[in-house]
């Protein structure tokens, strides 16, 4: 019979613990966390419904704001492109901010991150609401506009942050996170569909009294004062929705526990957590990609009203090419999701790239059908190009935590940074795009532009989201993608994350 080992001498050092051998019992252990990560129908449904209004009230920002602050509110196209530049720096601003103070909160009794879902919501549904109000002042609207767009753009990023962050802590799946992020991204697209709708149809009224005549001479025109009421009328039929989609969200999702919360050691700070995170090769090949990208999609939809306004007869089919579009990215969603389940991310990354050759056609051939053909296609490769980063984001996310001993927490700093990074692209694009329309000559509220304004306008439809796309998908190929982890791989994450810190 042998002897029991003899105890280690005091203050000697301890072997550390090693995890279990996988033995038969590890393949029902995960049978039974795959059960357990399963999300409903009802929570994927009501996770997506709290994304809506954000998208329905950026949705009409992105279609409409360039339109009203330079034909409505009248602004000079250089102060135009201040307010869209100050806009999306500080939501870009805001997204490491709220990383910080969000890994800093303290988890309540709704969770950790959903009450700043809370907090936000009745503040961006003020800002907003001011955004499209006309003051009875002429000489600071370029400041009231910049104000406020600063302030929606920086409170919907304390929004967007945790409510997107949420989704590694619904289930440690990683399939279950993908189909709750196809179910967001549905969602969201058809808040997007339901903004740029319900906008247009209330404001389009707006417009059709100043439209000029083939004969009229060239000359600015007056702003009814009807034109200022449609606007605060459609602000205020979106701000509705802030309050009805979040009580969804809050009664049919639970976040989970974190499972770092007892743990007893210092985490790492906010900055190293960063640091970290902006040095891990995967993470930063899909930033650098999608800044192209995003910030393409970003000026194809900010200059499509304006290009059919001032560059082309497609005026009177403003409203059906941006339902067009938002129709074709709703109904392929589902579609797109399926495609990277089957194909997988990397090989869906080229549908991003059949809005390249029509992009280039509308610009030369601005003609209703070419238009209805390149708003279809358009819609199709948007939305690809926003499921895309946010199905690979939590695959990037579990590959940073399989090659580090680092617990859970810095999900928050990864969304943020990323969302920073793509809105900072945004700015850059948007501010300098609108920018050469002030070099060009665009005069605000003018019946006809000069023609320099024309070949400005169709150069920003065509050539340049071609470029930035082809960017983006060249750096987005170069190299190998994280894969979604394996079953084995998931359960020595969720093994870790049981045992680890949290940031401090």
């Known amino acids: 019979m042998a002897a029991p080992p003899a105890p280690a001498a005091e203050g000697s050092p301890q072997p550390e613990p090693h995890a279990p051998e996988p033995g038969p019992g590890s393949a029902k252990r995960g049978r039974e966390d795959s059960r357990a990560g399963r999300l409903s129908f009802c929570t ?56 910080f103070f969000i890994n800093r909160s303290q988890r309540t009794g709704s969770g950790r991150l959903m009450p700043w879902v809370l907090g936000c919501t009745p503040f961006i549904a003020l800002a907003y609401f001011f955004l499209w109000f006309l003051p009875p002042f002429t000489s600071l609207r370029g400041l009231w506009y910049t104000t406020f767009y600063c302030l929606f753009q920086a409170l919907a990023t304390f929004f967007q942050v945790p409510y997107t962050a949420l989704t590694m802590l619904l289930t440690p799946c990683p399939r279950e996170r993908d189909s709750a992020t196809a179910y967001r991204m549905t969602a969201e697209m058809a808040g997007t569909l339901m903004g740029a709708t319900v906008h247009g149809l209330i404001v389009s009224g707006a417009h059709r009294p100043h439209r000029c005549e083939a004969t009229a001479t060239p000359g600015p025109v007056t702003v009814s004062p009807n034109a200022a009421r449609l606007y605060c009328i459609a602000a205020a039929v979106v701000v509705v929705t802030y309050p009805v989609c979040i009580s969804l969200l809050c009664l049919g999702v639970k976040e989970r526990p974190d499972p770092s919360a007892p743990a007893s050691g210092p985490g790492l700070s906010f900055l190293a957590g960063l640091s970290l995170t902006t040095r891990h090769p995967p993470y930063l090949k899909l930033v650098i990609s999608f800044l192209f990208i995003s910030a393409a999609v970003q000026v194809e939809q900010s200059y499509l009203v304006l290009f059919c306004t001032h560059a082309s007869q497609l005026h009177d089919h403003v409203q059906g090419l941006v339902l067009t579009i938002l129709v074709s990215a709703v109904l392929s969603t ?171």
């Open 44 to 99: 994927k449904v009501c996770y997506g419904i709290g994304g809506v209004p954000n998208q329905i009230a950026s949705s009409a920002t992105a279609f409409y704001l360039q339109l009203f602050l330079l034909d409505i509110a009248q602004i000079p196209a250089a102060q135009v492109s201040l307010v869209l530049f100050g806009g999306k720096v500080s939501g870009a601003a805001a997204d490491p901010v709220a990383g």
């Open 334 to 504: 589902p579609l797109w999701e399926w495609v990277l389940q089957r194909f997988g991310k990397k090989t869906s990354a080229f549908g991003i790239f059949a809005m390249v050759p029509f992009a280039i056609l509308l610009a030369a051939v601005p003609t209703a059908p070419v238009a209805y053909v390149v708003a279809f296609v358009s819609g199709v490769s948007i939305a690809v190009s926003l499921l895309l980063p946010w199905s690979m984001l939590p695959d990037v996310v579990d590959d940073f935590q399989l090659q580090h001993c680092h617990g859970p927490g810095l999900e928050t700093i990864f969304y943020s940074s990323y969302v920073f990074f793509t809105k900072l692209s945004g700015a850059c694009a948007l501010g300098i795009s609108t920018l050469s329309l002030e070099f060009s000559g665009y005069k605000a509220g003018v019946c006809k532009q000069a023609e320099e304004v024309v070949v400005t306008l169709k150069v920003l439809i065509g050539a340049v989201p071609t470029c930035m796309i082809l960017a983006g998908l060249c750096i987005l190929m170069v190299g190998s993608t994280p894969k979604t982890p394996s079953r084995d791989a998931s359960s020595r994450l969720s093994l870790r994350r049981r045992t680890s810190y949290s940031l401090a």
